[in-house]
């Protein structure tokens, strides 16, 4: 029986018959599934690596063509921040789901992986307010899975000088207001009204923050600012609108973080 081992985090966990659970990993070679046997009597080194958001070095063995199975580990970050705030937990569930979503097995997944560690930790360390975390996760998301938008300048005129800029999400583009404002067939209301919502207003300093996005450096990614007020409200929603338009569904855990945050 051969031993192998793995770096990964734990980013689904299901709970199978009375005794074992399934864990979901992404490691940086993609997404895999273990099976923790026993999981709720586990001994000392499987139980510290069974919880989901663990990042750890799981140990693992192989016996016919049946999931492989979790053997040991030890946690490299439990990331026990989260565990003391249900509204951080839940957003944790959500970057998780958006790391299944995005991810496969066998498939290349290192910046995924890098994205997904630092956001964790940016929220379960409260080194960044948490909505700007998200948001730059999302766009940044979007950019790794080839939805980038085009954020040079309006994508009708040209111009890079406006009050303000709107996202057309589904085009990936910039419209500037007066383009906006010339074309009432673009601000007219539909019937649908997700389609209405589907130009993003962004301010001037939300677009500069959506540019540095797009290419900042993954390990500096969170080291940007926009102050609290409408216009970040603005940009929050429009990374959100743009990562789930394109990915064409959402997520529970997502449903969950806004319920809690409309409650506080
Ligand atoms: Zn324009």
Redo the contacts with the bound molecule.
């Keep these: 029986m051969q031993h192998e081992a793995v770096d990964g985090v734990v980013i689904r966990v299901k709970d199978f018959g009375d005794h074992d659970r399934y864990l979901t990993l992404l490691t940086k070679s993609g997404r895999m599934t273990l099976l923790a046997k026993g999981a709720h009597s586990l001994k000392g080194g499987q139980r510290g690596v069974s919880q989901l958001y663990t990042y750890g070095n799981f140990e693992y063995y192989r016996r016919g063509a049946t999931l492989p199975i979790l053997k040991g580990g030890s946690p490299i970050q439990p990331f026990y921040g989260l565990s003391t705030d249900l509204e951080k937990l839940h957003l944790a569930a959500y970057f998780c789901d958006l790391a299944y979503e995005l991810s496969d097995e066998g498939e290349e997944s290192e910046e995924l992986l890098r994205l997904l560690l630092n956001a964790l930790y940016a929220v379960s360390q409260d080194r960044y307010p948490a909505d700007l975390v998200k948001a730059a996760l999302e766009f940044r998301l979007s950019a790794i899975s080839g939805y980038a938008p085009d954020v040079g300048a ?1 994508d ?2 040209h ?1 890079v000088d ?1 009050d303000y800029f709107y996202l057309d999400v589904m085009n990936g583009a910039l ?2 207001s ?2 906006l404002s010339k074309r009432s067939g673009i601000k007219a209301p539909t019937d649908d009204p997700s389609e209405a919502s589907l130009l993003c207003r962004l301010s001037p300093s939300a677009l500069m923050a959506l540019r540095y996005l797009i290419s900042a450096p993954a390990e500096r990614l969170f080291a940007f600012s926009l102050e609290e007020g409408r216009e970040r409200e603005e940009f929050c929603r429009a990374a959100e609108t743009y990562l789930l338009s394109h990915l064409e569904r959402g997520f529970d855990s997502l449903q969950f973080y806004h319920s809690l945050q409309e409650k506080g």
């Design positions: 309006c009708l005129c111009t406006a419209i500037c007066s383009c």
